[in-house]
């Protein structure tokens, strides 16, 4: 189970951004770093989870240092060296490789395998600025933006290449759906979650949470009464079928597993839980306090509730 009221352990020497480390994999991670970019005789500086670097060939002199440092937390101290060159050195294949793309952007039949549709945080896109990216609101705190799925990175498409392919955002955004779909397996299992048991599905891509996108086609997935889902970062979707009064057990478990998933990350996508019913998903708001969750449904979810029996 996942601690969502403390920092871990013995890391009182470890930033707030990095907090998930302990000291001694903190000091590891920055080891790894400093090797790297010492090796690539490349200068920098550390920031709040953000390194400034000198002249090089990442294509940006800011890189962000959260997903790789969540990516070695989940891995051993001995993989932190490799982790940390695969994640910089494929920031350099993609930056070569956009220097490419981008002469062909504007030719739709030569990048349409490229275009994807991926799940972020809402307060992505004003991040990117609002202006360069297309995307629509999907459910509470998240959004669906169109992307090009490159090689080694997925960025976004921008309106003004977009506007020159003469499709429209429904007719995109289909395509970038279907190529997820044929390029992305999902593993996809039925567990047991302490007294109840869940829909689990996970992969090592960054499309997981697409499953959302394509419930109607996974009937096992949908109870009498619609769903619980959750979907906390990149790479996993949590689902659970109501059927009974057994929901109210799986909402006070779910809610911190979900939240503490997503903090971990690699990829945080959502700590939130979502109810899912005849194609439409609703926010089941919550919040935490003196360490105990407190739960505001909305006024349909509780007259849901009233109709339930206990389990038989």
Request: aromatic share 16%; net charge negative.
């Amino acid at each position: 189970m996942f601690s969502i009221f403390k920092r871990n352990k013995d890391n009182s020497g470890v930033p707030e951004w990095a907090s998930f480390f302990n000291e001694s994999e903190y000091s590891d991670f920055l080891k790894a770093i400093d090797k790297y970019f010492n090796k690539k005789k490349i200068t920098y500086q550390l920031g709040d989870g953000i390194l400034t670097i000198g002249a090089n060939d990442f294509g940006s002199n800011k890189l962000g240092l959260i997903n790789v440092a969540q990516v070695c937390k989940q891995d051993e101290l001995k993989n932190y060296n490799g982790i940390v060159f695969e994640h910089f050195e494929s920031m350099v294949r993609a930056s070569l490789f956009d220097a490419e793309f981008r002469k062909i952007v504007h030719d739709f039949d030569k990048v349409k395998k490229y275009v994807g549709v991926r799940l972020y945080p809402k307060d992505y896109p004003a991040q990117l600025g609002k202006e360069l990216a297309i995307w629509k609101d999907f459910v509470g705190d998240i959004c669906s933006m169109l992307v090009f799925d490159l090689p080694d990175s997925i960025i976004n498409v921008q309106p003004e290449q977009a506007k020159k392919w003469g499709r429209s955002f429904d007719e995109l955004f289909d395509v970038g759906l279907q190529n997820v779909r044929s390029n992305y397996p999902l593993d996809i299992s039925q567990q047991k979650f302490n007294e109840f048991t869940i829909w689990f599905i996970q992969g090592n891509h960054f499309f997981t949470p697409n499953i959302v996108f394509d419930l109607n086609n996974y009937p096992q997935f949908i109870g009498s009464k619609g769903s619980l889902i959750g979907i906390p970062h990149r790479h996993s979707a949590i689902i659970y079928p109501i059927e009974n009064l057994e929901v109210v057990t799986a909402i006070n478990q779910l809610i911190p597993t979900i939240y503490g998933i997503s903090s971990e990350g690699p990829g945080s996508l959502s700590n939130n839980l979502f109810w899912y019913k005849d194609g439409h998903f609703e926010n089941l708001p919550y919040k935490f306090a003196d360490e105990k969750l407190q739960f505001f449904p909305p006024d349909n979810f509780v007259d849901l509730l009233n109709t339930l029996t206990e389990k038989k």
